[in-house]
């Protein structure tokens, strides 16, 4: 499956890529941030040695989990600043969660983040064939949370007291997007044209 791209005009441009072990580097920065650890992961950060990120990095790309889809997020200038992904894919019952960490600060609140929110939700939804797309946050990552919503996800349901973090409990929060509720968010959903030429049921407004 290709990755999902976005070339509008409108806001920043951004591309999808493949992980590329000639930016192992680059990725090996971002994991051993401890501020990003904190904003996407529940796991209390430990400093990892690049041998050790290497060789997960080289499994990684080497024997991807056929469940699981990494993206590399690059700006209009072919700037690598931010990791996405797609995890827990179900053809089965056609659900899935995403992930999207802009890793570069100088990229942070430009609307980098937005732009691979809706590419990753386009890619879910019109490649993948998904029915349900979920996403979580933690109570403390506020942009998170309001990417989120902006992009149209519901929120179901709060997990009270989940992290321990800085001697302190905080919420995680989950959210999801079903196929009809797609696109709700920035714009009106399409309607395919065998919905548009079918004629209304008994009963429903002409």
Known sequence: MEPPQDTGKAGPRIRFDRLRIENIYTHFKWNNDPELNRLDSEVPYVEESFGTFKKRFERLIAHPDPGYQDFEIYDEENTL?????????SGHHLHCSIGVTIGERDYWGQGYGKKAMQALLKHCFESLGMHRVTAEA???NDAWKRL???????????DRDYLFWDGKFFDRVRYAMLASEYGRGDRAPKRSRAIENRPPAPGAAA
């Not at 600043?81 to 894919?89: D, L």
């Open 81 to 89: 600043i931010g990791v996405a992904y797609v995890a827990g894919i």
């Open 138 to 140: 933690f109570e403390y």
């Open 148 to 158: 989120v919503e902006g992009c149209g996800f519901v929120t179901e349901g709060t």
